[in-house]
Structure formats: structure tokens, C-alpha cells
């Protein structure tokens, strides 16, 4: 079992829906939670990051832990064509010099 | 603020040459580096961290490695390519002065071995 699982899609949408994309991980021990955003052939860029529990607003996008799961979430509100691209999650544990990365979840949001 | 720069980006290489990328970050001291490769549709592997000058510890057994001979420069080398190196490799920074465990990441070199 991998430590962090997550749905690759591809995920396609018209625009203007909320998408929501997900990862589970098994490691309890997991306190940061980062959302990625990577288009193509770009490197992946820091979206929302989150401490231990909790939600966490930034304009459309939304990142939710519940760490009772092991679950976390990035909900994306009145999705745009720009949105378009690989979301990758990714976790550590408080102090660890490495982040656990999902396998990216590859969203298309069509006019 | 902090950039990190990665050349060259695009390389194609034949089978058996040797390889080197550079990364270089702009704007903190001391940063945690990092060497990933992502395979086409895969997701990120980590190949190389570091935590200082000299300091390189290495993720995944192949022939590849790295060298940091300074503070803000990151090298990934090879004295022969193979095929399965083919790749996009990234690498990325993170700072000790947040409180925080974010890797910000380079532009990236699309990497082909033929």
C-alpha cells in the first residue's frame, strides 16, 4: 500500500462546476498538507498548504484535513479553463526533511 | 523574494553520454535542496536531497548522482545515460527560515535519452 493514494483521473468538467479532488494517506503521523498545481511540461507550483487539521480558504480554491480519515481535500469553486492541469497533493511529518507526494490527479475543465 | 533556476531546459542525450544539470536557487541561505525525476503521466521520485554543502543522501540506487559545492547550487550528474534516464527532472528548494515543510519548485529539464 502506498502511503499517499490518489485517483489520477483524468477528470473533466464544464466550466463553472466545483471540482472536488482527494487523496488518502496512511501515515498518522502526517502534520503539513500542500496542493500542487502542474500544467504541462512546467514545474509544479504551491497552491494551498494547510497545518494539521482544518480548512483553508484562498479565492475559488479550498483545502480541507481530516486528519480522523487520514483524507484531505482541494475543492475548486467556478472552475475556469486555466485551471486545467495535474493537481498533485503532497504531506510530510513535522520536522522530516521530505515531502510524500500523490500520483497527481490530471483535471480538464472544458468550455 | 527567492527564484530557483534549472538549465538547460531541454537536453537530448544518446545512450552511454554523460549528463549534467544544474540547478541554482536565488534569494535564501542554506535552503534543503532537491533532485526529483517525473516519469511521463507519473509522479514525482525523489532522487537526491540535501541538507548543506557536501551533504547529499540518496534516495534511489542507480547511476545517477549529485553534488552541492556550494550553498545555492544544486548538481545532478551522470557518466552514462540509459534509456529508462529519460525523463523530466525538477528540482526544488525549501527554507529553513519558515516554519513550514513547502518545497518550492524549479522550471524543470525535459531530459531525452535516444
Known amino acids: 500500500q502506498k502511503e499517499v493514494e490518489q485517483d489520477p483521473g483524468p477528470l473533466s468538467v464544464p466550466e463553472g462546476a466545483i471540482v472536488s479532488l482527494n487523496c488518502t494517506y496512511s501515515?498518522?503521523?502526517?502534520?503539513?498538507f500542500m496542493w500542487y498545481r502542474q500544467y504541462s511540461r512546467k514545474g509544479p507550483e504551491l497552491l494551498m498548504y494547510?497545518?494539521?487539521?482544518g480548512n483553508k480558504e484562498d479565492g475559488r480554491f479550498t483545502a480541507q484535513v481530516d486528519k480522523s480519515s487520514k483524507y484531505i481535500s482541494l475543492f475548486i469553486r467556478d472552475s475556469q479553463p486555466s485551471d486545467s492541469a495535474t493537481y498533485l497533493c503532497?504531506?510530510?511529518?513535522?520536522?522530516?526533511?521530505?515531502?510524500?507526494f500523490g500520483a497527481g490527479t490530471r483535471l480538464a475543465v472544458h468550455p | 523574494s527567492q527564484t530557483i533556476h534549472q538549465w538547460p531546459a531541454t537536453l537530448v542525450q544518446p545512450v552511454g553520454s554523460p549528463l549534467s544539470l544544474e540547478c541554482t536557487v536565488e534569494?535564501?541561505?542554506?535552503?534543503?535542496l532537491y533532485w526529483y525525476r517525473q516519469a511521463a503521466g507519473r509522479g514525482l521520485q525523489l532522487l537526491f536531497y540535501?541538507?548543506?554543502?557536501?551533504?547529499i543522501s540518496s534516495e534511489v540506487p542507480q547511476n545517477l548522482s549529485a553534488s552541492r559545492p556550494q550553498d545555492r547550487q544544486f548538481i545532478l550528474s551522470s557518466k552514462k545515460l540509459l534509456l529508462s534516464d529519460s525523463g523530466f527532472y525538477l528540482c526544488?528548494?525549501?527554507?529553513?527560515?519558515?516554519?513550514?515543510?513547502?518545497?518550492?519548485f524549479g522550471p524543470g529539464t525535459r531530459l531525452t535519452v535516444l
Open positions: 526544488a528548494w525549501k527554507s529553513w527560515a519558515r516554519n513550514t515543510d513547502t518545497q518550492y
Open positions: 501515515n498518522s503521523a502526517f502534520q503539513y
Open positions: 494547510t497545518y494539521s487539521s
Open positions: 503532497a504531506m510530510s511529518v513535522s520536522g522530516y526533511n521530505k515531502l510524500i
Open positions: 534569494g535564501t541561505s542554506n535552503p534543503n
Open positions: 540535501s541538507v548543506g554543502i557536501g551533504q
